[in-house]
C-alpha cells in the first residue's frame, strides 16, 4: 500500500513538472523547426523563381534545355526537400534532421553519456557502444546507396506522368475535337508501367536497409549485453556491478538512438534523390555557376564564315529596296565564337532613338549549329517587313533573337522598348478576362 504520510511529495511534483517540461520543449522544438522549414521553402523558392522567371530563363528551361517538368521541381521537389530535412504538419511529416527525434536532436543526446562515461570508466567500456554505433549506421549508408538513383528516376517518371495529366486537362476540348483519347489513354498507360516498374526497383533497393535496421531494432541491445556479459564471465571483478548498471542504461540510450537515426538513413538517401533534381534545376538556370547577372550562360557557338559573293549556297538576307527578305539557306562552318552586341543606352538594354534593326547579325541554335548569317534590315515607324522562307529557315529565330530569348553570335540588334510580340501559339493566364485581354500590362495600369 501506498504511504501517503511518508511520501516526497516534492519528488513526485518535481517529476512531474519535469515531465510537463519536457513535453513542452519537445513540442516547441517542433513548432520551430517548422516555422525554419516554411521560412527556409520562401527563401529557396523565391530565389530560384526569381531567376527561373525571366524570358531567357524560363524559356531555355522549357523549350531548349530538355529538362523535364522544371514547376514540378519548383512547388513540389522544394516542399518535399524542406519538409524532410525539418519537418511539417501540412501534411504530418518528421523531420530529419532537426525535430526533437532528428539525427542531431539524437546525437546531442549521446554526448553526456559518452562525457560520464570517460570521466569513469576505462576508455574501450566507454567506446564501446559508439563504436558500434558508428558500425550499423556506416552498414547502413553503404547499403542505402541504392535508393538514390532508382529514388530520382521516381521523381522524375512521376512528374512525367502528372505533367501528362495536366496537358489534357487543359488541352481536353482540343483533344476531344480531334478523338485523340485513345492515344492520350495508351500514352498514360505507358507511363503508368514505367512508375510502377521504377516503384519495385525502389522497393528492392529498400529491402536490405529496412532488414538490418529492423534486426538492429530487435537484437541490437541483446548482442551488445551478450558481447559484455561474455567479457564479465571471464573476469568479474574487471566490471563492478555498478559500472554495468550505469552501462546498460549507456546501451539503452545508445540502441534507441541507433534505431532512430538508422531509421533516418534510408529517407536521407530519399532526400538526395529529391535534392538531386532541384541540383539540375539549378544548374540548368546557371545559378553559382559563374553566368552573367542576367542568368545568361556562355553559350559557345560557331562564327560564320565570310560570305562569298560566287558562292551561291550561301545566300544571305540583305535589305532590300522593296522591304522584303529573301529566304536564307543553312550552311555548314565552325570557328569560334564571337559573340553579337546589343544597343545599350535604352531601356532593357536598346536606345529608343533608333529604329528596330539588325546589322549583320548571325544566328546560330543554342546547340552551336549555324543557321542565319549576315542579316542585316532597318523597319522604322510606319513601316512593315515581311520575312518570307520555308519552314524551318530561321524565320521564328530572327524574332527570338529580336526578343532576347536567344543569343546573337556576332552583329548588333536593337529592340525599341516599346515593341510588342504577338507570340504564334496564344497564352491563357490564370486570371480575369479583363487581365487576359490586357497581358502582359496589369489591369490597373491599362
Same mark, same amino acid.
Given at each position: 500500500?501506498?504511504?501517503?504520510?511518508?511520501?516526497?511529495?516534492?519528488?513526485?511534483?518535481?517529476?512531474?513538472?519535469?515531465?510537463?517540461?519536457?513535453?513542452?520543449?519537445?513540442?516547441?522544438?517542433?513548432?520551430?523547426?517548422?516555422?525554419?522549414?516554411?521560412?527556409?521553402?520562401?527563401?529557396?523558392?523565391?530565389?530560384?523563381?526569381?531567376?527561373?522567371?525571366?524570358? @531567357?530563363?524560363? +524559356?531555355?528551361?522549357?523549350?531548349?534545355?530538355?529538362?523535364?517538368?522544371?514547376?514540378?521541381?519548383?512547388?513540389?521537389?522544394?516542399?518535399?526537400?524542406?519538409?524532410?530535412?525539418?519537418?511539417?504538419?501540412?501534411?504530418?511529416?518528421?523531420?530529419?534532421?532537426?525535430?526533437?527525434? /532528428? $539525427?542531431?536532436?539524437?546525437?546531442?543526446?549521446?554526448?553526456?553519456?559518452?562525457?560520464?562515461?570517460?570521466?569513469?570508466?576505462?576508455?574501450?567500456?566507454?567506446?564501446? %557502444? +559508439?563504436?558500434?554505433?558508428?558500425?550499423?549506421?556506416?552498414?547502413?549508408?553503404?547499403?542505402?546507396?541504392?535508393?538514390? #538513383?532508382?529514388?530520382?528516376?521516381?521523381?522524375?517518371?512521376?512528374?512525367?506522368?502528372?505533367?501528362?495529366?495536366? $496537358?489534357?486537362?487543359?488541352?481536353?476540348?482540343?483533344?476531344?475535337? +480531334?478523338?485523340?483519347?485513345?492515344?492520350?489513354?495508351?500514352?498514360?498507360? /505507358?507511363?503508368?508501367?514505367?512508375?510502377?516498374?521504377?516503384?519495385?526497383?525502389?522497393?528492392?533497393?529498400?529491402?536490405?536497409?529496412?532488414?538490418?535496421?529492423?534486426?538492429?531494432?530487435?537484437?541490437?541491445?541483446? !548482442?551488445?549485453? +551478450?558481447?559484455?556479459?561474455?567479457?564479465?564471465?571471464?573476469? %568479474?571483478?574487471?566490471?563492478?556491478?555498478?559500472?554495468?548498471?550505469?552501462?546498460?542504461? $549507456? &546501451?539503452?540510450?545508445?540502441?534507441?538512438?541507433?534505431?532512430?537515426?538508422?531509421?533516418?538513413?534510408?529517407? !536521407?538517401?530519399?532526400?538526395?534523390?529529391?535534392?538531386?533534381?532541384?541540383?539540375? !534545376?539549378?544548374?540548368? !538556370? /546557371?545559378? #553559382?555557376?559563374?553566368?552573367?547577372?542576367?542568368?545568361?550562360?556562355?553559350?559557345?557557338?560557331?562564327?560564320?564564315?565570310?560570305?562569298? %559573293?560566287?558562292?551561291?549556297?550561301?545566300?544571305?538576307?540583305?535589305?532590300?529596296?522593296?522591304?522584303?527578305?529573301?529566304?536564307?539557306?543553312?550552311?555548314?562552318?565552325?570557328?569560334?565564337?564571337?559573340?553579337?552586341?546589343?544597343?545599350?543606352?535604352?531601356?532593357?538594354?536598346?536606345?529608343?532613338?533608333?529604329?528596330?534593326?539588325?546589322?549583320?547579325?548571325?544566328?546560330?541554335?543554342?546547340? /552551336?549549329?549555324?543557321?542565319?548569317?549576315?542579316?542585316?534590315?532597318?523597319?522604322?515607324?510606319? @513601316?512593315?517587313?515581311?520575312?518570307?522562307?520555308?519552314?524551318?529557315?530561321?524565320?521564328?529565330?530572327?524574332?527570338?533573337?529580336?526578343?532576347?530569348?536567344?543569343?546573337?553570335?556576332?552583329?548588333? &540588334?536593337?529592340?525599341?522598348?516599346?515593341?510588342?510580340?504577338?507570340?504564334?501559339? %496564344?497564352?491563357?493566364?490564370?486570371?480575369?478576362?479583363?487581365?487576359? $485581354?490586357?497581358?502582359?500590362?496589369? &489591369?490597373?495600369?491599362?
Amino acid at each position: 500500500d501506498f504511504d501517503y504520510n511518508n511520501a516526497d511529495w516534492g519528488l513526485l511534483i518535481l517529476c512531474t513538472l519535469l515531465s510537463i517540461a519536457v513535453q513542452f520543449f519537445n513540442n516547441l522544438g517542433n513548432y520551430l523547426s517548422w516555422i525554419v522549414g516554411a521560412r527556409w521553402r520562401r527563401a529557396l523558392t523565391e530565389t530560384i523563381q526569381d531567376v527561373y522567371l525571366r524570358p @531567357e530563363n524560363f +524559356y531555355r528551361v522549357c523549350r531548349i534545355s530538355g529538362l523535364d517538368t522544371p514547376e514540378s521541381r519548383i512547388s513540389n521537389d522544394l516542399k518535399q526537400f524542406v519538409a524532410m530535412i525539418c519537418g511539417s504538419n501540412e501534411p504530418t511529416v518528421v523531420g530529419l534532421l532537426f525535430t526533437t527525434s /532528428g $539525427v542531431i536532436n539524437q546525437l546531442c543526446i549521446m554526448v553526456p553519456f559518452l562525457y560520464k562515461s570517460l570521466k569513469n570508466f576505462s576508455l574501450g567500456l566507454s567506446l564501446a %557502444p +559508439y563504436i558500434y554505433m558508428f558500425l550499423v549506421i556506416a552498414l547502413l549508408s553503404r547499403v542505402s546507396r541504392a535508393l538514390v #538513383r532508382p529514388t530520382y528516376k521516381q521523381e522524375q517518371l512521376e512528374g512525367d506522368f502528372r505533367f501528362h495529366h495536366t $496537358v489534357v486537362r487543359e488541352n481536353c476540348e482540343s483533344i476531344a475535337f +480531334y478523338g485523340g483519347d485513345k492515344q492520350e489513354e495508351e500514352r498514360a498507360d /505507358g507511363m503508368l508501367t514505367e512508375v510502377v516498374s521504377n516503384t519495385h526497383r525502389v522497393i528492392d533497393a529498400s529491402t536490405l536497409p529496412m532488414l538490418i535496421q529492423q534486426f538492429q531494432a530487435s537484437f541490437g541491445g541483446f !548482442l551488445f549485453n +551478450y558481447v559484455m556479459g561474455i567479457g564479465f564471465l571471464f573476469d %568479474p571483478s574487471c566490471i563492478p556491478a555498478e559500472t554495468l548498471a550505469f552501462q546498460q542504461i $549507456v &546501451v539503452q540510450t545508445i540502441c534507441a538512438s541507433v534505431t532512430s537515426i538508422s531509421a533516418s538513413i534510408p529517407a !536521407l538517401n530519399v532526400v538526395f534523390g529529391v535534392m538531386q533534381r532541384i541540383t539540375d !534545376l539549378l544548374s540548368t !538556370l /546557371g545559378i #553559382r555557376t559563374g553566368v552573367s547577372k542576367h542568368g545568361e550562360p556562355p553559350v559557345v557557338v560557331p562564327e560564320p564564315r565570310d560570305a562569298d %559573293p560566287s558562292d551561291e549556297s550561301t545566300d544571305y538576307m540583305t535589305e532590300g529596296e522593296t522591304g522584303t527578305m529573301g529566304i536564307v539557306d543553312v550552311y555548314q562552318q565552325s570557328a569560334p565564337v564571337r559573340g553579337g552586341e546589343r544597343e545599350r543606352e535604352g531601356e532593357n538594354g536598346s536606345d529608343d532613338t533608333l529604329p528596330l534593326f539588325m546589322d549583320r547579325v548571325t544566328i546560330n541554335t543554342p546547340d /552551336g549549329q549555324p543557321l542565319l548569317r549576315d542579316i542585316s534590315f532597318r523597319v522604322g515607324k510606319g @513601316e512593315s517587313l515581311a520575312i518570307v522562307g520555308n519552314s524551318g529557315c530561321g524565320k521564328s529565330s530572327i524574332l527570338r533573337v529580336l526578343a532576347g530569348l536567344w543569343q546573337a553570335a556576332d552583329g548588333r &540588334v536593337n529592340l525599341p522598348s516599346d515593341s510588342f510580340f504577338v507570340p504564334q501559339a %496564344p497564352y491563357l493566364s490564370m486570371a480575369s478576362l479583363q487581365a487576359q $485581354v490586357m497581358y502582359p500590362m496589369r &489591369v490597373p495600369d491599362s
